[in-house]
């Protein structure tokens, strides 16, 4: 019997149309488009309509990857969302709204949330059911409404985040490559670098809560930049090595999409040639679990990923945690 492979074989992305230029911030708080660049890359960012949700927005790219995919709704076996946005803070998971959105009755769905890792985390859990052979067609979705939980008032963070969903259909083929290897980290010890403090079991709403403004994303950001440049290099290495391949192996690097002294750091200590790092933050900031799969929708639609091309994913964020996987893409 011939062994079974994951593939992509299908992929969509979803950016919601307001953009909001470093100008317009600089209005809101006490910040500069010159500032915004030099630190982070960034340029300006998508902010969801008022009726959008992490669900509408996943239901838009997946019904591109659907497409492309060739995949009826009817066909999915299974929802994967990657979220920290969820339309619902505690229930029920926004995948089973996608799965009912998209008229995918056959499937299961869940959410999954390793905030910017997150959609490393779907890719690697969903290529599982497609390699032990449960499932056909798995949906691995990245979506975020960040900019709903930043506090507007906070310099700090509210120039960092964007709003965006990607997505990815996965299926079984007998063609070798698709995912190669796979490192899933997580240090809990940073768990308050970057994280939201009310809202949960351990500090409940109340009307002190969102008097105290609990309910915003609150970030130690040198902590997160040292964590992530450390980190972004060690798990491609280690991904690299998992799959017997080197760094001179490599035809394109997707790392997430969070700040371009981050990537740039990492592109140094790899040793890498800027040109097969891929970014876009200049026109999204970081999207969280979305930016590494609309990041892989544009690499494919600039021509930069070709049959037997070599792909590094890296995600790194709150947890703190990280994912890297190494994909072989078949074509
Ligand atoms: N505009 C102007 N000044 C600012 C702003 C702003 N938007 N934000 C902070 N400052 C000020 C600070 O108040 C500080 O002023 P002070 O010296 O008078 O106290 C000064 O700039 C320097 O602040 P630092 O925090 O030391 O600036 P740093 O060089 O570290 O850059 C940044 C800040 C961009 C946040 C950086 O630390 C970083 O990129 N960290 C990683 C953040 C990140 O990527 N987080 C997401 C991870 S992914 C996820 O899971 C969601």
């Known amino acids: 019997m011939s062994q079974t492979f994951v593939r992509i074989g299908g992929w969509g992305k979803y950016l919601p149309d307001r953009v909001m230029p470093n100008s317009e911030l600089a209005e809101l708080v006490d910040t500069s488009d010159e500032w915004i660049r030099a630190r982070t890359g960034i340029g300006e960012r998508r902010i969801a309509a008022p009726e959008e949700t992490t669900c509408t927005l996943a239901v838009h790219a997946a019904r591109s990857a659907l497409q492309q995919a060739g995949v009826e709704p009817e066909e999915l076996d ?15 998971a926004t995948a089973s709204l996608v799965q009912h959105a998209l008229g995918a009755p056959r499937a299961g769905a869940f959410d999954l949330n390793a905030v910017c890792s997150g959609f490393l985390y779907g890719l690697a859990t969903g290529s599982q059911f497609i390699l032990n052979g449960a499932y056909r067609s798995v949906l691995v979705i990245g979506a975020e409404v960040f900019t709903r939980i930043l506090d507007w008032q906070d310099r700090s963070t509210c120039v960092l985040f964007g709003d965006g969903a990607g997505a990815v259909v996965l299926q079984p083929t007998d063609q070798p490559g698709g995912l190669l290897s796979f490192v899933l980290g997580s240090d809990g010890a940073g768990a308050c ?71 740039d750091a990492a592109v140094r200590r790899l040793k890498l ?39 590094v994913m890296s995600g790194f964020g709150a947890g703190l945690s990280w994912g890297t996987a190494v994909w072989k893409w078949q074509g």
């Open 78 to 92: 299974l929802v994967i969302v990657a979220t920290c946005t969820p339309d619902y803070s505690n229930m029920p």
């Open 193 to 263: 670098s970057l994280f939201v403090p009310a809202g949960g079991s351990r500090q409940p709403a109340s009307a002190e809560t969102v008097a105290e403004r609990a309910h915003y994303v609150k970030m130690q950001g040198r902590d997160v930049f040292r964590f992530a440049t450390r980190v972004l290099p060690e798990s491609v290495k280690q991904a690299l090595e998992a799959a017997k391949l080197s760094t001179e192996d490599m035809d394109l690097l997707i790392p997430h999409q969070a700040n371009t002294r981050i990537i």
């Open 273 to 311: 040639s800027e040109s097969i790092v891929f970014s876009n933050v200049e026109r999204y900031g970081n999207t969280s679990a979305a930016s590494i799969p609309v990041a892989l929708c544009e690499a494919i639609e600039a021509g930069l990923v070709q049959a037997g091309s070599t792909i």
